[in-house]
Each structure stands twice: as structure tokens, then as C-alpha cells.
């Protein structure tokens, strides 16, 4: 049988009209495709990660830092500089921890894209640590406002909440295979911080942030290894990717409220884990003063620093008062960094005697395509260590799900 090209243009014609007014199943959203999901670009892995985690297949995401960079001397190459200015939403840590990167993104900021400097958007000035002498902890019973018996705290986007945060905050992005692709980069806001509402109380904490600068030194930027942080982060990162993404907010609120249980599943399972250990037991002495958050959270006393800045190498003084001081403390273990090896730590402890772990704070455990490979993965590697080295049990670590929110839908 033969048609000719007029009956065949007709039936065409017809079959795209039907497919044309056939609705999609109510609930679904279809996900964007790469031209339209929104480009976010991250400084750090572990940040990176949780960006995922709430931003999914939705966005298209990008880390700066490739595996195994120190953020705090990482130089950008001259592609970042271009992921950077094709970026819609950049997200940094700041406080200096990622300075480099931030500069970059602040000088190729694209009309119309968002800076995002998250530590300073979800820390108040009085929750800043500056120095050593500030990070002796003591597992006080708020816990930054008791962020477990407080849902906004928590971040259970409460839905009130979010009509109101949903408006201030634009933010989206994400990459195609789950993992911050790390050679693909994007942007940010003109020095976006959290909501609209917000800004005249930041440029108030920025300020008495300046006013500590000057009295103390530079804030411990490592927030982040406090889960109950990690929390407010990601309520930052969900609010912004709903105000710039709205057709995909049910996701992105869905997304979110799933990893904010993770995340305080995770921060029971360390205290739980940090209650096995003797309390004479609690004591850090760590390679890089990345751990003072932590020690507050879960009342542990940073007891010293190998490098307690961020370049220099400990004088031949000091390692000495720190090995008198291990000597004196009785500490069984100290703890050092893959991001920064040194000889000195094999040094102090075999004048001391005492055995050597290794943490992270800037880095994810293995590999991208292993499912530890998170920020969550981190602080479970993190606690398991603690444990093991300082006489707790780290098997009350097993049940954390370290695995992307993403990935397991």
C-alpha cells in the first residue's frame, strides 16, 4: 500500500499533537537536561558532597580541588578561572580555608551568579573558635542550640519554613554521574550569603568576625567536621537551589530532609562511639588544628597542633614542648593527616612512644566510585580511627549509612 506524502504529513502531524497534550503522570518531575540544569560549582570535596546530596541529578556539579589538594595552597589553573565565570551558583567554605579559590571566583563572577560563602552564612561570631586555647571541649547539653530537639535547627525544612527561605536563597547544580566531577567547575553568587533577610546580620557577624581578626588571629575555618554544622550547611544549599531551581524544590526539599537524618544518625553514632573511650582518653593532639569543632561538639581537649598554622613547619622548640607535653599527658595516640605527611609527627612519636592514626578534614575516603566516598564516609573513618587509637569501640560506627541520599532513590 502507498502513501502519499500529503497523508503521510497528516498522520505526522496527528501523532504529534497527541504526544504533544499527553500530560505527564501527576507527582513526576522530569529531570532537566544537562543545557538546563544549573551549573554549581564547589571548592572542596567534602562540600562538594554534600551539595550532591542535595542537588542530585538536578544540577550540574563541579569541585575545584582535585583529590588529595590542600585547600589552604591549593594555586587554581587557568581552566578553573573559566568553569568558574560559566557558573550560575559557586559555593566555598571561606574563612580563608579555600581563599584561592574564592578570589578566582569572585574576579570572574558572571552577571547574575552567586557567591556563596557558607561558613560565615551558618556560624555566629560567638560560635567561632580562634586558637587552640578555645577548642577544649565539653559535650555541653545545647550543642549549638540543641540542634536535635530544634527541627529548624536540624533543618527539617518545616514547609512554613520554606515558602519563606525558598525566596531567599537561589541555588542549584549538580553533576552527571553523582560525584563532583572534579575537573568541571562553576559559580556562585555575587557574594551570596543565605537569605536576603539575612544579609544585614552577616554584614554585622562580618564585622565582629573583622573585630576577632584583629584581637585573634583568623576564625578555625573546619567547621564542617561538626555534623550539627554540616546540618546548616545544607539547609543554605537546599534554600538557595529551591530559589534558583523552583520547579525542582519538592526534590531538592525531599533530598534534604532525607540527609539531614542521615546527618544526625551520624552525630549519635559519635557520641555514642566517643562515650566507649576512657575520658582521660579524650584528648587530641592532631598534625593540623582542623579538630576544634569536633572536640567541642563531643567533649573531646585539643591538647596541641603539629603545624598550627597553615605553612609552616614546627621549630625544633616546639616539637620538643610537644613531645614533653605528650610525656606528660599520657595521651596513647596522636593523629595525622593525609594532606599534610610530615617526618616530625614519626618523630614525636617514636621519642614518646605513642602510636600514629591518620584523619581526614579536607579529603574523602577512597575513591570516587566507592560508596564511602563522602562527607559522611569522612567522619565515620574519622571516629572509627579515634576510636580504635584511644580505647573506644568503633563498631558503633557500623549501622551510619554513608552512602549519597541521590544514589539510593
Known amino acids: 500500500m502507498h502513501c502519499s506524502l500529503r497523508t503521510l504529513s497528516s498522520l505526522l502531524a496527528i501523532l504529534f499533537l497527541i504526544a504533544a497534550c499527553t500530560p505527564i503522570a501527576p507527582g513526576t518531575t522530569a529531570a532537566p537536561t544537562e543545557e538546563e540544569r544549573p551549573r554549581v560549582v564547589v571548592s572542596i570535596l567534602p562540600l562538594a558532597n ?4 542535595i542537588g542530585g541529578d538536578r544540577i550540574d556539579l563541579d569541585a575545584i580541588m582535585p583529590p588529595g589538594a590542600d585547600p589552604h595552597t591549593f594555586e587554581p589553573r587557568p581552566s578553573d578561572a573559566v568553569k568558574l565565570a560559566q557558573a550560575d551558583l ?3 567554605n571561606g574563612m580563608h ?3 584561592t579559590t574564592m578570589r578566582l571566583a569572585e574576579a570572574n563572577l558572571k552577571d547574575g551568579a552567586k557567591l556563596i560563602e557558607l561558613a560565615a552564612a551558618v556560624a555566629g561570631p560567638d560560635e567561632l573558635l580562634y586558637g587552640i586555647e578555645h577548642h577544649h571541649g565539653h559535650a555541653e547539653e545545647d550543642d549549638h542550640e540543641d540542634e536535635h530537639e530544634d527541627g529548624d535547627e536540624h533543618g527539617h525544612a518545616e514547609e512554613d519554613d520554606h515558602d519563606e527561605d525558598g525566596d531567599e536563597h537561589d541555588h542549584e547544580d549538580d553533576d552527571e554521574h553523582g560525584h563532583a566531577d572534579e575537573d568541571d567547575h562553576e559559580d556562585d553568587d555575587e557574594h551570596g550569603h543565605a537569605e536576603e533577610d539575612d544579609h544585614d546580620d552577616e554584614e554585622h ?3 565582629e568576625e573583622d573585630d576577632h581578626d584583629d584581637e585573634e588571629g583568623e576564625p578555625d575555618p573546619h567547621l564542617l567536621l561538626d555534623p550539627n554544622f554540616a546540618i546548616r550547611y545544607a539547609k543554605v544549599i537546599f534554600v538557595t537551589l529551591a530559589e534558583h531551581d523552583p520547579d525542582n524544590r519538592d526534590y531538592y ?3 534534604f530532609n532525607k540527609y539531614t537524618a542521615r546527618l544526625v544518625a551520624l552525630d549519635e553514632a559519635i557520641q555514642a562511639a566517643t562515650a566507649t573511650i576512657p575520658e582521660s582518653n579524650r584528648r587530641l593532639l592532631t598534625y593540623h588544628d582542623s579538630f576544634g569543632y569536633f572536640a567541642i561538639r563531643y567533649g573531646y ?3 596541641g597542633a603539629i603545624q598550627p598554622n597553615d605553612t ?6 616546639e616539637v620538643a614542648a610537644l613531645i614533653d607535653q605528650l610525656r606528660e599527658e599520657g595521651v596513647p595516640a596522636i593523629f595525622g593527616s593525609i594532606l599534610f605527611p610530615a617526618d616530625v609527627i ?4 617514636s621519642e614518646t612512644g605513642v602510636t600514629v592514626s591518620t584523619l581526614l578534614d579536607d579529603g574523602l575516603p577512597g575513591g570516587p566510585d566507592d560508596p564511602e566516598h563522602t562527607y559522611i564516609g569522612m567522619m565515620v573513618q574519622n571516629m572509627r580511627t579515634l576510636a580504635a587509637a584511644l580505647g573506644g569501640d568503633p563498631s558503633l560506627m557500623d549501622g551510619v549509612e554513608v552512602g549519597n541520599v541521590p544514589d539510593s532513590e
Open 301 to 303: 581537649t585539643v591538647i
Open 253 to 255: 526539599e525531599s533530598n
Open 97 to 99: 580555608l579555600d581563599e
Open 346 to 349: 614519626d618523630q614525636i612519636a
Open 312 to 317: 609552616s613547619q614546627p621549630s625544633a622548640k
Open 90 to 92: 559557586i559555593f566555598v
Open 50 to 53: 554534600i551539595v550532591y546530596n
Open 205 to 207: 557577624a562580618h564585622a
